[in-house]
């Protein structure tokens, strides 16, 4: 029985954190480059 | 104590090996996305090309001509999508500019392409376009999903405006990296002209007045990691002609443009460098962690049992009661 619990409490564990992980999400990007789209060849990348 | 910790064990273990498929199959599918705000741009060559003078109306031979791309991510656009869509949206101001060996534009091709951040499937919205064109895509374009499969893909040809199936060819190593080869065939096909033209006073609506056609073909090739679903190299056997009409004559044509266009090679380079580095963290999610977290969970699961096992005494049954202290005798 108390085997049951502590796996239980891994499997509750490891379900909060990627549900955790996922609701916060990849970090949001900033603003629009400021870059302008080119119309020259540029001498590198 | 040992009962104890091979417990602590036993929940560690089972903690890690679930970890393992639901990073995999659960968090990556909601982690891994293109960026709104990404900024790329590459420059492609053909070299030895025929193109059209516009001033004599007649296809001459360049010593080079460049086509240089940009993607722009429209971060403010791509938020007012992402509300009423209801999921990550990508939207890119991509331009396809072309410079003569003289460095002249000879053509210029904007576009806005909007999609899925996680699929890379399109998303119609408003603003989706070729050229100032109103357009409705179907398939990929520029980039494949994550994890990308040995299948052909269907993807958008912005110059017909057109979907066709781009075929899987093969697997090869490039620049080190494992990558799929696939190509696509788009057959001779009526299309519009450029909006912008070299010549003033030569504009799209003034050559379609002439009753003259443009038609083009290409043949282009992708090199794509399939890890990051990011191409590292591409070209195109790319032919366009205009056709018929007051300006070229009923039943001649003129070649427009005719040439091999290939990646740069200093930005073949540089994109096979920044795909290395990109595919490392996705590679993270979806096999380094998972597999660690199961082998993890594994050693764990052993310690715990062995721990377990060495608590015990032969013939007990499990949880049976400590002995009581005995008295001592007189």
Redesign the interface.
Known sequence: ???LI??????A???A??LT??AV??P??????P????????E?? | MRRKAS??L???????T??SP??RW??FA????I?????Q?V?LEAKNATLIDYGTMRDKKVSKL?V?Q?L?????ASNKIEKSAGRDVVVW???S?I?GPD?K?VS?I?ETYIFDAHSQAPVHATGESVDGDPVRREGIEFKWPFLTQKRDYEYFDARARITRPIHYKGTRTFHGLKVYDFEQTIPWTRVPFPKKLPVKGITAASLARTGTQMWYTTVRTFLVDPVTGAPVYGEERHKEEMRGGTLVGDGKKITAFAGDVTMRP??V???VALVKSQRTLVLLLTSYLPWGFLGLGLVLLALSLWLEARGRRPGEPE?APERAPQPAGV
């Open positions: 029985m108390r085997a502590a796996a239980a409490a891994g499997l564990a490891a379900l954190l990627v992980i996922t999400g990849a949001a990007g900033g603003k629009a480059p870059k302008p789209l080119l119309t020259t060849v540029p590198h990348p | 417990l602590i036993l929940a560690f273990a089972v903690f890690f679930a970890l639901l990073m659960y968090a909601r982690l891994a996305k960026p709104p705000d990404e900024y741009t420059v460049s240089v940009t722009s991510g429209d971060v403010e101001k991509a331009l500019y410079v460095g534009m210029e904007p200093d930005y380079k540089s994109t949880g």
